[in-house]
């Protein structure tokens, strides 16, 4: 019968004798083939020929070597042992596709007890031998991404380790690229940025950058993961890439995939394929987190730690028992001492106990609990003052910042001088005024009248100069006083400064000369300059003894214009030539000679000369005389 399996024929008293077998072998599950000793086919029932795709008549005669996978130890085996064995082989279908099959072989003797046949009973486990694969291929994914967890995790390099773990996944998952990159849509034009990448050797150089592109708003939309095996096309209909993408860090204007890339053969993606790789992009995802969020802590205390060296105030963190935790301060600090030094010392160790004390503040003796903030600070190894500002950062702990406030210290009491030299300047002329008023009312005869009108007019002038200075360095310092510059003829603005200062020169007998006659150009500000000019020579006037000079020189050389006024009066203390041009500062000496000033006219010079461009400078000896130079530019 035709498609039915048929028992040789030879040795037939063995098969013809034993009709149960007969039955058992067509009826049975499993493929059964008969082969004679010289390893050719017999016989084989309908599940065996199923399996190998084969007629019977097709298959009798057949070599085994055709058919199976067979090396010399079957035969060797087969030939020398009647007893059961059992192989693992790949049998070729009549298509030419292969399958895994298990063999159980025995040897069937004839009544002589010689060999006769073999009889092989085949069970297919392809399907077994597949699902090992597959576990073999996620154990060994596991192993990698396990193996990668843990160098990732131990190392502080992680920039160096993620492409080590790109290699790792891309070969357990044998893929031709791995890749960790950026999609920027913060721009008008999504940007692609390759942050990490490994390629195979044997892989052929692709740019991911162009790859990706075609799929950027599946990408930038994307939730869960994209995988294609090979089912997307180019423009000439070829099927190019198999790829796995999945989402990693996501910020605003930025996302981070992890994608694997095939650029050789077609990858199914199987489910253990995916969870391994989903797993392997947790882990980057969080290794990266890591690193963001180190590397932000990082230049956190790297900028911190440059913002506090560039203060310029003395920074100390003590505990509750005054240990210093923590010293920190510009090194061009009066104070500075490095914190490696200081740390952990006691703070009434290296600081006086009295001021310490006085710093920390009863109030804070059990606990830091209360700010406290100390002016007036003195140390015996310094000359400057000091602020100090306790900050509690918890009871147990607390920040002092010590600042040096010896200018402010400095101007405050210059400013309290100055407003008491003020006050003393605009009360006196006041109090003459009023006097002379009440005076002028009382009558008098007419020189007595005169003298009174006289004097009234020359206090109300000092008030006034006293008061349009003040407000002249008020504009100053908000710099609402705009100067122009502008060509200007300097000798005639000099001739006018004297002029106007003539009357008072002449009251002390002090003459004044001018070097110079012919005219001078300079880029200044008239306005600007009188005010220099006449406060410079009143100034010398004022100073020198009755019956000297005041000499102006004028000097043009070398592209620049100096003008020098030169009196023969008290001249100005060493000490005091560093803060001549300051705020309301006037020398002792100034002060001893009585002689009025508000203390802010040089100020208002040198603010004007420097805001023309120009430069001023002072030489004086005591008891000999002072000179001023001034320096501007020349118009050409």
């Known amino acids: 019968m035709e498609g039915r399996s048929r028992l040789p024929d030879k040795p037939t008293h063995q098969w013809g004798d034993n009709v ?12 059964v083939f008969i082969i004679g000793m010289d390893f050719r086919y017999l016989a084989a029932n309908q599940q065996a020929l199923d399996l190998l795709g084969y007629t019977e008549a097709e298959l009798i005669g057949i070599s085994v070597g055709d058919v199976m996978s067979l090396d010399e130890s079957l035969a060797r085996d087969s030939a020398g042992d009647d007893h059961p064995k059992l192989f693992e082989r790949a049998l070729k279908r009549k298509d030419g596709t292969s399958l895994t099959v298990e063999i159980s072989t025995t040897i069937v003797n004839d009544e002589q007890g010689a060999p006769a046949y ?41 920039e160096d380790k993620i492409p080590e773990v790109l290699k790792s996944l891309g070969q357990a998952i044998d893929v031709s690229c791995c890749a960790v990159f950026e999609i920027n849509t913060f721009s008008a034009e999504p940007r692609i940025n390759i942050q990490y990448q490994w390629n195979k050797v044997s892989s052929p150089a692709s740019g991911i950058s162009s790859l990706i592109r075609p799929i950027l708003a599946e990408l930038i939309d994307m939730q869960a993961g994209l995988f294609s095996s090979g089912d997307r096309e180019d423009e000439n209909g070829v099927s190019f890439l198999s790829y796995a993408i999945l989402p990693l860090q996501e910020s605003t204007g930025s996302r981070v995939f992890l994608g694997l890339f095939d650029f050789e053969k077609t990858v199914s993606w199987s489910s253990s394929d995916r969870d391994a790789i989903q797993t392997a992009a947790t882990l980057i995802d969080a290794a990266l987190q890591r690193n963001w969020y180190e590397e932000t802590i990082r230049l956190s205390e790297a900028r911190n730690r440059t913002m506090i060296d560039a203060f310029p105030d003395l920074l100390i963190r003590i505990d509750l028992q005054g240990i210093i935790l923590d010293y920190s301060t510009n090194p061009d600090h009066p104070l500075y001492i490095h914190r490696d030094v200081i740390a952990g010392k006691k703070f009434s160790e290296t600081w006086p106990p009295e001021v310490v004390e ?5 109030e804070n003796v059990q606990g830091f609990v209360a700010p406290r903030r100390v002016e007036g600070i003195r140390l015996p190894y310094s000359s400057s003052t000091y602020e100090s500002r306790l900050h509690p950062i918890g009871p147990g702990e607390a920040l002092i910042v010590i600042r040096d406030i010896t200018e402010q210290a400095r101007l405050d009491e210059m400013k309290s001088d100055f407003i008491n030299r003020a006050s003393h300047e605009l009360r006196t002329p006041l109090t003459s005024a009023i006097l002379m008023t009440e005076l002028i009312q009382g009558g008098g005869s007419p020189e007595e009248l ?19 200075r003040l407000l002249i360095a008020g504009r100053l310092e908000s710099g609402m006083m705009n100067l122009e510059r502008v060509p200007t003829e300097l000798v005639s603005i000099l001739q006018e400064s004297m002029r106007a200062v003539g009357s008072i020169a002449g009251k002390r007998k002090v003459s004044l000369t001018l070097s110079r006659r012919d005219p001078i150009l300079i880029l200044g500000d008239k306005s600007g300059l009188q005010q220099v000019f006449i406060n410079l020579i009143n100034n010398a006037a004022k100073f020198s003894p009755e019956g000297s000079a005041v000499r102006i020189d004028v000097e043009h050389a070398q592209g620049r214009v100096s003008v020098s006024i030169s009196d023969k009066g008290i001249g100005i203390p060493p000490e005091a030539l560093p803060h001549l041009f300051e705020r309301f500062y006037r020398a002792k000496n100034v002060t001893i000679a009585e002689i009025p000033g508000s203390g802010i006219g040089l100020y208002i010079v040198k603010s004007i000369v420097e805001e023309l461009g120009g430069s001023i400078h002072v030489k004086s000896a005591i008891n000999q005389g002072t000179t001023f130079i001034v320096t501007l530019i020349p118009a050409s």
Request: charged residues 30%; proline residues 0%.
């Open 20 to 31: 149960h077998y007969r039955a058992l072998f067509e009826q049975m599950r499993e493929s």
């Open 118 to 158: 073999i009889q092989s009973i085949v069970r297919d486990i392809s399907e077994r031998k597949q699902a090992e694969e597959v576990l073999r291929r996620h154990a060994l994914i596991l192993s990698v991404i396990s193996d990668a967890t843990a160098r990732l995790m131990r190392t502080s390099n992680i």
């Open 358 to 362: 006085n710093i920390l503040g009863s």
């Open 450 to 468: 005169k003298e009174y009108w006289r004097t009234l007019n020359s206090e109300l002038n000092r008030q006034k100069i006293l008061i349009d």
